[in-house]
């Protein structure tokens, strides 16, 4: 018998879990078949805005007309990080001091962006080849906390929750 609360199947997860967790959601909608990736900023345990890797507005996408290869790099997409800066910007949101949860460490170019907007501390929990984003980060007085992958599963039991009524499209 488990000491879970009832509706729980695992563990409540910790913010960090949490938060990378929604940066993995986010990776699902990279349209880049070498790597999907997302990002979450976040302040005080708010998001600010979320990212993935995806081509530029009106611009074809990996997936439909193929990658554009510079030195062993993808230069089609705007990276998790990129968009999810110009996120926070088109909608206000400050990112000085934040916390970034990334699915897989910046490349150089979106680790300087993000240290020049002010971005603290970055969890992660995969590398990126060919990166100085570390060393940048690190020079930079930005924390990096590398972490183990969280779990894939979405903890959610429908039918255990006693005020939810399953709709006719659930299954």
Known sequence: ???????RT???PSWDEYFLKLAMIASERSTCPRMHCGCVIVKDNHVIATGYNGSLPGQPHCEDEGCLIENNH???TAHAEIN????????????????AYLTNMSCTDCAKAMIACGIKRVVVFSDFHDT???????????????????????DYDLKSFTSAVKTD???
């Open 132 to 154: 100085k984003a570390t060393e940048f980060y690190t020079k930079s007085g930005v924390k990096i906390e590398k972490q183990d992958m969280p779990s894939t599963n979405i």
């Open 10 to 12: 695992q563990p409540r």
């Open 169 to 171: 499209k659930s299954n």
């Open 74 to 76: 993808c230069i089609r």
């Open 84 to 99: 999810a800066l110009a996120q926070a910007i088109n909608h206000g949101g400050g990112v000085n001091g934040a916390t």
């Open 1 to 7: 018998m488990s000491n879970l609360p009832q509706g």
